[in-house]
């Protein structure tokens, strides 16, 4: 699980922006993925007298082989003073601590106590299991002695793989490129977490139980019910078609696994770790805010989620007076 490492070194995007969990919707069938290269969809504009904020809203998985390249976005960011980089907590170490660490990470995947999947998860489920590692992870042992919710994450990518998607980084390792071709300045948007006794957390986690059924149940739901309308999204946003892109919802798992995660036992007690979501939210609502003033022209990357969710960011931007255009 990408949680894995978070707990000693950073919390990912998904632990703390979980999409809004909506009813399914059945989606059209589309067998082919597009190629080659596509321009994803157009730029949120956030403004206030002659200062603008452009925002581009990502979205996850996407063809494997898209190739992402948008001229709207390499003028308007080169052309900007500034980048927002998308929300985010970081716990981040020093590398000599966290090497000090990595003895205790040994087995943080396993169950507690030696237990396998079939021990934990409710028999029905672990039933609806068992065809699907079959299909996408084949002879594989040694993940039945895993926690939930890290061999629901490996199942999952195996099955986006084999449908042809991927959750890799081609938006933000082009977006990085320009950013330093241009020498543009970068400020953060989250927020840091207090890591001190992570040893300590590692331990607590290694003994203690996590509430991830549901994560686990909802991530086999994906994959049994989803991968085709995960197909139509991905195309729709590499075409740049927001309105087929919120027509169509999912039974999302995010939710439920980052909830395992951070309502879990062994950082209950840990106030750096409580109300994160909220906290990364106000802090990228606040850098907005400042960016809008200091410059003529910002540039942020925002997940569709927060742009078109029900928790929408620009929707909060815009209750405070700025003026929010969606893309043409």
């Known amino acids: 699980m990408r949680l894995l490492l978070a707990l000693c070194l950073t919390i990912p995007l998904s632990a703390v922006l979980a999409q809004t969990e ?7 069938p589309e067998q082919v993925l597009l190629v080659g290269q596509r321009p994803g969809p157009g730029l949120w504009k956030v403004s206030k007298d002659d200062h603008v904020l452009w925002v581009l809203g990502i979205y996850t998985p996407l063809p ?3 190739e992402w390249r948008s001229q709207q976005v390499e003028v308007t960011l ?3 003073q500034e980048y927002l980089a998308p929300p985010a907590a970081h716990a981040k170490v020093g590398f000599f601590r966290g090497l000090t660490m990595l003895p205790g990470l040994i087995g943080i995947k396993k169950n507690p106590d030696g237990a396998t999947l079939r021990d934990v998860l409710p028999p029905d489920v672990y039933a609806r299991w068992l065809p699907l590692k079959a299909k996408y992870l084949g002879d594989n042992d040694s993940i039945e002695r ?3 919710i890290f061999a629901a994450d490996t199942l999952f990518s195996a099955g986006l793989k084999q449908a042809g998607l991927t959750r890799g980084m081609v938006v933000s390792t082009k977006l990085d490129a320009i950013i330093k071709q241009h020498k543009i300045k970068v ?7 207090d890591m001190d006794g992570a040893s300590d957390m590692m331990k607590d986690f290694k003994k203690s139980s996590l509430a991830d059924a549901a994560c686990f149940d909802k991530t086999l739901a994906r994959l049994e ?3 085709e309308a995960m ?3 991905a195309n729709a946003w590499a075409k740049g078609d927001i309105e087929a892109i919120q027509k169509l919802t999912y039974p999302d798992q995010d939710n439920e696994c980052n909830n395992a995660m951070l309502g879990a036992e062994f950082v209950k007690n840990r106030p750096g770790f409580q109300n994160i979501k909220e906290r990364v939210r106000t802090a990228w609502l606040d850098s907005a805010e400042q960016s809008i003033g200091a410059n003529a022209s910002t540039f942020a990357v925002l997940p569709l989620s927060n742009i078109i969710g029900a928790d929408s960011y620009l929707a909060a931007l815009k209750a405070k007076g700025y003026q929010v255009d969606s893309p043409e």
């Open 22 to 28: 909506t009813p399914e919707v059945e989606a059209p």
């Open 64 to 66: 494997q082989k898209m």
């Open 78 to 80: 080169a052309q900007s």
């Open 146 to 148: 895993e926690r939930p």
């Open 187 to 193: 400020t953060e948007t989250g927020i840091k977490l």
């Open 225 to 227: 019910t989803d991968i």
């Open 231 to 233: 197909r139509v999204r």
